[in-house]
């Protein structure tokens, strides 16, 4: 019944919508957030965190499981913080997010350390804050942890993260569970290397992980891992180890444009039920949710320099970059792009790219979009929660955006936005 309900509100949640004929984040209008902060700017929706929290809180159904937000899907300290006290962990892959969960205050013994290359001081870091667990991804690093932690007199708790061969039918530059991806060990060898662990006296062995992608719209793929992990616990159980916990990533996808993703509702309900058949629903379960915390929670707001038209082609250009948002270059990925005060006109909208002012072909944000666009006009760039501050760079000498999060009329600004000297004040002349 909660289930029920909860779908009925996040169908007629909208945390971007149309008032008074405005774009508005909660009930903040994009307008006056463009002219009191200035753009390229992020406007996160503080609502739309909590409902996309909320989601995996139903789906949990009472049950054992702690997310671990995925966040390099977007690691404000002030996003971090929100998801802290709602009760998470986190998913890190560097010593930086790890210094990042410890200033947004959250808790390091609900951190899972991922990643296929951590260095001697990111273990180091990891083993003195007592993080929950390091999800190791070779022997080697297997060996690095049970030598650190024997220098430290301490016992590292572990989880193999296997590779389980499954097609996430993503696309391929965010697909991590295939044999030919570099991510985790082959499971068909994770028998052995748990052994080589069990042997090893300063490690832990606590569980088992893995993480197949990212942006995956359907079951299948996880209950195709699901599958195979499950053997290799019950193989496990013979060889007379025992885990605590089973991880099984994030990687749940997000609606840009006409996707359907499963929610994690229909994700946990198939995760439980294949558990419980197999007599392993005592196990707790670990999600490394990232883009479905966040992804629909923020938009990028855009201004429009110039348009022009070359040859019949029509840009629309804009403040904002591919420095600000890569993935649609990088992925070619699909971002809606809506108008903040929409426009009339009677002959048919032109088809626009959008493109940035970086000195690149590839700087474009959307493409052949049917907009009536004017110089001065404001552009919300949707879905941009996730994956679109944290891959940004400062290209072309261009500061980073500033961040704010609005919560219903409130505003705040939770990443100012970089003046031109903080850009190279480091930097040293030679003699
Ligand atoms: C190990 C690991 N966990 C969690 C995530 C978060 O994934 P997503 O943002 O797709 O939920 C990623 C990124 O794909 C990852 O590499
Ligand atoms: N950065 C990617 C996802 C990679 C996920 C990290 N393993 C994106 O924007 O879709």
Known sequence: ?????????????????????????????????????????????????????????????????????????????????????????????????????????????????????????????????????????????????????????????????????????????????????????????????????????????????????????????????????IALIKQLQSQGITLSHLDIGGGLGIRYTDETPATPTELLSAVFKALDAADLGHLQLVLEPGRSMVGNAGVLLTRVEYVKTNQDKHFAIVDAAMNDLIRPTLYDAWHDVEPVRPRTGSAPAPAYDIVGPICESGDWLAKDRALHLAQGDLLAIMSAGAYAFTMSSQYNTRPRAAEVIVDDQSVHLVRPRESLESLFDSERLID
Not at 91 to 97: L, M, Q, R
Not at 124 to 146: H, M, Q, T, W, Y
Not at 161 to 180: C, E, F, M, Q, W
């Open 1 to 229: 019944m909660l289930n029920f309900y909860f779908d009925l509100i996040m169908t007629v949640a909208k945390h971007f919508q149309l008032k008074d004929d405005t774009l508005h984040a909660e009930n903040v209008s994009l307008e006056q957030l463009a002219h009191d902060f200035g753009t390229p700017l992020y406007v996160y929706s503080r609502q739309a965190l909590h409902d996309a929290w909320y989601s995996y809180h139903v789906a949990a159904q009472g049950r054992d499981v702690l997310v671990c937000y995925g966040m390099k899907a977007n690691s404000n300290l002030a996003i971090l913080n929100e998801f802290s006290r709602l009760g998470t962990g986190f998913d890190i892959v560097s010593g930086g997010e790890l210094a990042r969960v410890i200033a947004a205050k959250g808790d390091p013994a609900k951190v899972v350390f991922s990643g296929v290359g951590k260095q001697r001081w990111e273990i180091e870091a990891a083993l003195d804050a007592g993080i929950k667990c390091f999800n190791v991804e070779s022997e080697a690093e297997l060996e690095r942890i049970n030598q650190i932690a024997g220098e430290k007199g301490v016992k590292a708790p572990i989880s193999l993260r296997v590779n389980p061969d499954v097609d996430a039918k993503t696309h391929p530059y965010i697909s991590t569970g295939l044999k030919d991806n570099k991510f985790g060990v082959d499971i068909n060898e994770a028998p052995a290397i748990y052994a080589r662990a069990q042997a090893m006296p300063h490690l832990e062995i606590v569980g088992v992980d893995c993480h197949i992608g990212s942006q995956i719209t359907e079951i299948s793929p996880y209950l195709d891992a699901l599958d195979k992990l």
